[in-house]
């Protein structure tokens, strides 16, 4: 069983910044890539920021400059920081890793989401 918490949304003025984090806990051999994903309400989720086990790093465009994605490998946490927020981002934010777990001798990969946390930009 895996689990990801995610922490660190709120409410913050147009220009602010949050710092989001996701921890993975629970029966973990690895972590492949994990990202950060957001849905604002009548929309779909899209993707915001991936990270490779190795830290390479893709952004969406939107974010591009704003946001920073990393990941400390110790923790089985990924961090995602936004700087410069504006309206527009806010949104249900949701935390998604590739985790390879063992059972026995059995190796498997699954994909997890986490429950998701608000992020509201708004004066």
């Known amino acids: 069983q895996v689990q990801l918490v995610e922490s660190g949304g709120g409410l913050v003025q147009p220009g602010g910044s949050l710092r989001l984090s996701c921890a993975a806990s629970?029966?973990?051999?690895?972590?492949?890539?994990m990202g950060w994903y957001r849905q604002a309400p009548g929309k779909q989720r899209e993707l915001v920021a991936t990270i490779s086990s190795r830290s390479s790093t893709n952004y969406a465009d939107s974010v591009k400059g704003r946001f920073t994605i990393s990941r400390d490998n110790a923790k089985n946490t990924v961090y995602l920081q936004m700087n410069s927020l504006k309206p527009e981002d806010t949104a249900v934010y949701y935390c998604?890793?590739?985790?390879?777990?063992?059972?026995?001798?059995?190796?498997?990969?699954?994909?997890?989401w986490g429950q998701g946390t608000q992020v509201t930009v708004s004066s």
């Open positions: 629970g029966t973990i051999f690895s972590i492949n890539t």
């Open positions: 998604n890793a590739d985790i390879q777990s063992r059972r026995d001798s059995y190796y498997y990969n699954r994909n997890y």
